[in-house]
């Protein structure tokens, strides 16, 4: 149900050296955010940061010094990038990522949100499990790319993954990727895209009843053209994705799908979507959707609402969801106890600070405080457990990316 397409961006730069050293940047105005209150932690609103979250074993004295020379990200131990979270139906928390300097998949398990083990899911080079979703016969399915091609994995305990290579459609010259997956009444459905990794991308959809066992959707010319799946969703009448028009360097507008089985997909290009990117997409709490993103520029966080994924309305521009003089925007959501919770960054010299919104109905939102467990964090994904809610994101960049965990409401 959620893409991390821009994360996998994100980190090959930082790999290739970012140089500065700027301090924190400052919270933004307290004027955008939750008074605070007397008594009790709010959920989506008050944080606090899971106290043990296992590293892998890499840094400088474990790579050849050029590597580390060149790559600063490994001058601290322990980096990689913790990128999605899900709540196992077996109890629990699963979270997904991968390790340089080889950029190998991993995974996290959890009993409690609190305490996190670290396990291989394989010893391939350049692989990037980025989604997952946790299906009602307790499997866990996390999909990603390796090299040039898609890639499935399948676990039941989180600790002990099987990889499973997916079909394409096209030429295997040309990269494919998945970028999200979303657990259905009949089976999985995952979403993507082909192209080159800095140009033109055609949207992708897959199939699978059991997570291991994938089909491609058939091609669409006209639905899928110059477009990338960020997420999936389910709703009554099947499901709803979102996702980007454009290249991968310059999105131009969001656009959503609808499909009543995973295979036959509709394209929605709705006026409110021009300019926007969206990246995640959650029922809402008194029915329909919302979806959630930012301007393509990222000087805005943009939410949008559909009463059934076929019209759309974008949110009213408001002082929570922008950040004078620096970037901002959204990068999950989730539905929580009435409330959409929306996890994102604002950043503005150089390291962001990790941030979040709550919001009733999709179209007004309230800005979390900032605290000291924020600064210099990132928040990637959202899902419901532990306290209330548990986000996973990293700690440091664009110079180191910690995997850490946060928690909400602190405890």
């Known amino acids: 149900m959620k893409a991390r397409a821009l994360i996998l961006a994100m980190m090959v730069v930082a790999s290739s050296g970012c140089a500065g050293t700027a301090p924190p940047t400052r919270g933004p105005s ?19 940061r899971a106290p043990a979250v296992e590293r892998p074993m890499n840094n400088a004295e474990s790579v050849p010094p050029d590597y580390s020379g060149t790559h600063p990200i490994l001058r601290i131990a322990g980096q990689a990038m913790m990128v999605d979270v899900v709540g196992a139906s077996s109890g629990g928390f699963m979270a997904v990522g991968y390790t340089p300097p080889d950029w190998q998949p991993v995974a996290w398990t959890s009993p409690d949100g609190a305490s996190w083990s670290i396990h291989p899911m394989g010893t391939t080079a350049f692989t990037f499990p980025v989604a997952l979703a946790a299906g009602a016969d307790r499997t866990v399915v996390a999909v990603g790319r390796s090299g040039k091609s898609p890639v499935a994995w399948t676990t039941a305990d989180g600790s002990t993954w099987s990889v499973h290579s997916v079909p394409i459609l096209g030429d295997s010259d040309i990269a494919e990727r998945m970028t999200t997956v979303a657990a259905g009444p009949d089976g999985y459905v995952a979403g993507g895209s082909v192209g080159p990794e800095l140009f033109d991308r055609h949207a992708r959809f897959w199939t ?35 996702g980007v028009v454009g290249t991968a360097q310059h999105p131009t507008a969001a656009v959503a799908w609808t499909s009543a089985d995973g295979v036959k997909w509709t394209r929605v290009d709705d006026p409110s979507f021009a300019g926007g990117v969206a990246v995640s997409v959650v029922a809402a709490p ?126």
């Open 30 to 48: 307290t004027a955008a955010t939750i008074a605070k209150p007397s008594g009790d932690p709010i959920l989506g609103i008050d944080w606090g």
């Open 208 to 242: 699978s009843v059991d997570g291991a066992d994938w089909q491609p959707v058939a091609d669409d010319p006209v639905a899928f053209a110059n477009a990338e799946v960020r997420a999936i969703t389910t709703v009554d009448h099947g499901f709803v994705a979102v």
């Open 286 to 411: 008194s029915g329909g959707l919302v979806a959630v993103g930012s301007d393509v520029a990222r000087r805005e966080a943009v939410a949008w609402t559909s009463p059934d994924g076929r019209r759309w309305t974008r949110a009213p521009a408001e002082a929570s969801r922008k950040y004078s003089g620096g970037y901002v925007w959204m990068t999950d959501a989730v539905t929580i106890n009435g409330e959409v919770i929306a996890v994102g960054v604002f950043q503005g010299l150089q390291r962001g600070t990790a941030t979040s919104w709550v919001s009733h109905d999709g179209s007004h939102w309230d800005r979390a405080r900032t605290a000291p467990v924020q600064e210099q964090g990132e928040f990637y994904a959202i899902t419901p457990g532990g306290p209330g809610a548990v986000v996973v994101g990293s700690f440091g960049a664009p110079d180191s990316y910690v995997p850490t965990v946060w928690l909400t409401p602190a405890r």
